[in-house]
């Protein structure tokens, strides 16, 4: 089994890495970007990265940005789950020191992301975190960063369809549950849409593969989304979206610690567990290249990262 396992996320990170050289030389030497079919571009009112107003689905156009984000989320229940958001706890992993039952944590992080052309972007962020543990001790300190690129495959008037890659770090102390302790890729494609003068449609899908981790407890995890976008208010000088967002998560493989009434503590499958979240949040913009996102996430479904949610974030676009 821990072969097989093996082969698997080897043959995972092969093909990805394949799609990406094959990526990078799609329409190279191309003097226009590609469009959609039946679509032209417009260069009078071109898509930007500040269209996209989601908050939680990955935003698919590229560009140059900086952003600075909040996150403030209660009660992850199982936080080993798939070791995605912390390592398997000590003495069997190497994670904090006893099993868990309840975590809230808060990350404050800093996001950039620079245009190599109108369809090539690459990325980097890094997080400090700061959880709240029921059993184990407060901890505070840098997280897993995360540094990418995305390569937009349509590129129309109204749409945009980006492949984007990340590759996520393990730069936080996971004895102090401040990460997960391995290397992770993630593939994943994404989605803009201007359905009209008021309406737009975001969408992502992003497949998480561990590289290392606690054998037989790190897991393979799909990640899917839609969001939708309705531009209420727009003027020279201000712009209001609320959108409305539906975000899930499909836990492939891999296992959890849970603590059950009394103490007792058992390792389970965490293979096809599914979280489903909604969001709502507002998008406010200030003239051309500044806006601020206020969000809240509210669990759906009895598996869970946290019951809720509260995301604030600021973002300058240059």
């Not at 936080?79 to 309840?102: D, I, L, M, Q, Y």
């Not at 849970?258 to 096809?272: K, L």
Request: contains cysteine; aromatic residues 12%; proline residues 5%.
């Amino acid at each position: 089994m821990a072969i097989r396992s093996f082969r698997v996320r080897r043959a995972c990170v092969a093909s990805a890495f394949a799609v990406l050289a094959g990526l990078t030389s799609i329409q190279a030497g191309a003097q226009t970007p590609p469009t959609a079919p039946g679509s032209s571009s417009n260069d009078d009112e071109p898509i930007n990265v500040g269209d996209s107003p989601v908050g939680y689905i990955d935003n698919a156009i590229p560009g140059t940005q900086f952003r600075l984000r909040f996150d403030a989320a209660l009660n992850n229940e199982r936080p080993s789950r798939a070791e995605f958001f912390w390592a398997r706890n000590a003495p069997a992993g190497p994670g904090v020191t006893k099993p868990e039952t309840g975590v809230d944590y808060q990350d404050i992080s800093a996001y950039f992301e620079y245009a190599l052309d109108r369809c090539t972007s690459i990325f980097g962020e890094l997080p400090v975190r700061f959880i709240n543990p029921d059993v184990n001790d407060n901890a505070s300190g840098l997280g897993d960063a995360t540094v990418g690129f995305k390569r937009a495959l349509i590129y129309g008037c109204d749409q945009v369809l980006s492949f984007q890659f990340k590759v996520y770090i393990p730069s936080g102390e996971a004895e102090r549950g401040l990460g997960n302790h391995h290397t992770s890729i993630e593939p994943g494609l994404l989605l803009y849409k201007r359905l009209n003068d008021c309406w737009n449609l975001s969408g992502e899908l992003r497949y998480f593969v561990p590289v290392d981790g606690t054998e037989g407890f790190e897991g393979e995890v799909l990640r899917y989304g839609l969001g939708l976008g309705y531009n209420w208010y727009q003027s020279c000088e201000l712009t209001v979206t609320p959108v409305a967002e539906l975000v899930g998560w499909t836990i492939l493989s891999g296992n959890s610690s849970v603590v059950h009434s009394g103490g007792n503590v058992e390792i389970e499958s965490a293979a096809g567990d599914t979280i489903l979240n909604a969001k709502l949040g507002v998008r406010i913009g200030f003239g051309d290249n500044q806006q601020v996102y206020a969000g809240f996430g509210q669990a759906l479904t009895g598996d869970r990262w946290y019951d809720q949610v509260f995301r604030l974030e600021y973002r300058i676009m240059f």
